[in-house]
């Protein structure tokens, strides 16, 4: 469904991405995971179209959309949710939610966006029982809630999920990640996420990439990469895991 090919992204003299290619198929949810300054951000921006590569393609759906910008991704299905929420702090949870749909409100028919919403709060009950609230009066994890919801309502086809878990507690990030796999379970969504949490992340994932010095140094699936000796030295300190990965 999405795949970049040989991406060079450049800050000036600074290579953030050298020569990087990733795929996400349909359905599937694929981590990407590396420490800070690796260029997992970068890698994100450049396929949702915020910022243009210097060398290398991305296609979507076999169309080359390497030279599309971040309105235009959208509107084709892919959907950046960015690192730091960047929510509306004084507008209320179901405000923020219906900026999502910004793209494709003027063509709803009466009722659809309100069907959106209720997938949503279906997804999030927090969120439907606080949709008057304001969202900067919301917990960390209530926002990053939000922050996937407003997300949702793009009607996306290939989701972007920027470092979701960054500050929260483990158990919220576990129901984080329990509602992106039902998500895809029920949806057929495909999912990329980056995440510093390479252990939970992996945990989910079908298939990943681990990236060091703005390059991918190892890809496979998600248990793979848990059992791989270089990434367990890098992320995990210890030996490959015992048990099956779960989300309880």
Same mark, same amino acid.
């Given at each position: 469904?999405?795949?970049?090919?040989?991406?060079?992204?450049?800050?000036?003299?600074?290579?953030?991405?050298? &020569?990087?290619?990733?795929?996400?198929?349909?359905?599937?949810?694929?981590?990407?995971?590396?420490? &800070?300054?690796?260029?997992?951000?970068?890698?994100?921006?450049?396929?949702?179209?915020?910022?243009?590569? &210097?060398?290398?393609?991305?296609?979507? +759906?076999?169309?080359?959309?390497?030279?599309?910008?971040?309105?235009?991704?959208?509107?084709?299905?892919?959907?950046?949710?960015?690192?730091?929420?960047?929510?509306?702090?004084?507008?209320?949870?179901?405000? &923020?939610?219906?900026?999502?749909?910004?793209?494709?409100?003027?063509?709803?028919?009466?009722?659809?966006?309100?069907?959106?919403?209720?997938? $949503?709060?279906?997804?999030?009950?927090?969120?439907?029982?606080?949709?008057?609230?304001?969202? +900067?009066?919301?917990?960390?994890?209530?926002?990053?809630?939000?922050?996937?919801?407003?997300?949702?309502?793009?009607?996306?086809? $290939?989701?972007?999920?920027?470092?979701?878990?960054?500050?929260?507690?483990?158990?919220?990030?576990?129901?984080?990640?329990?509602?992106?796999?039902?998500?895809?379970?029920?949806? +057929?969504?495909?999912?990329?996420?980056?995440?510093?949490?390479?252990?939970?992340?992996?945990?989910?994932?079908?298939?990943?990439?681990?990236?060091?010095?703005?390059?991918?140094?190892?890809?496979?699936?998600?248990?793979?990469?848990?059992?791989?000796?270089?990434?367990?030295?890098?992320?995990?300190? +210890?030996?490959?895991?015992?048990?099956?990965?779960?989300?309880?």
């Amino acid at each position: 469904m999405l795949e970049a090919s040989n991406l060079v992204v450049r800050y000036g003299a600074v290579t953030a991405l050298d &020569n990087v290619s990733v795929q996400v198929g349909r359905r599937e949810i694929v981590t990407i995971v590396g420490s &800070n300054g690796v260029g997992k951000t970068t890698l994100m921006r450049s396929l949702a179209g915020m910022m243009l590569p &210097n060398a290398g393609s991305i296609s979507f +759906g076999g169309v080359d959309v390497t030279r599309m910008r971040a309105h235009q991704m959208i509107r084709r299905g892919v959907v950046l949710v960015p690192e730091g929420r960047h929510l509306f702090a004084d507008l209320t949870v179901a405000e &923020n939610l219906r900026l999502g749909a910004l793209h494709w409100h003027r063509k709803a028919v009466k009722g659809e966006i309100q069907g959106e919403l209720d997938k $949503c709060y279906a997804l999030f009950p927090d969120l439907g029982r606080r949709m008057a609230q304001r969202a +900067g009066t919301l917990s960390g994890g209530q926002q990053q809630m939000v922050a996937v919801g407003r997300g949702l309502m793009s009607r996306p086809t $290939c989701l972007l999920l920027d470092e979701p878990s960054l500050g929260l507690a483990p158990l919220v990030i576990r129901q984080i990640f329990r509602s992106l796999v039902a998500l895809r379970d029920a949806t +057929g969504l495909s999912i990329v996420l980056v995440e510093q949490d390479a252990e939970a992340a992996l945990r989910i994932a079908d298939r990943g990439y681990v990236m060091q010095r703005a390059r991918v140094v190892l890809s496979g699936t998600g248990a793979a990469l848990r059992a791989d000796p270089l990434t367990r030295e890098i992320y995990f300190g +210890g030996s490959a895991p015992t048990r099956p990965p779960n989300l309880k």
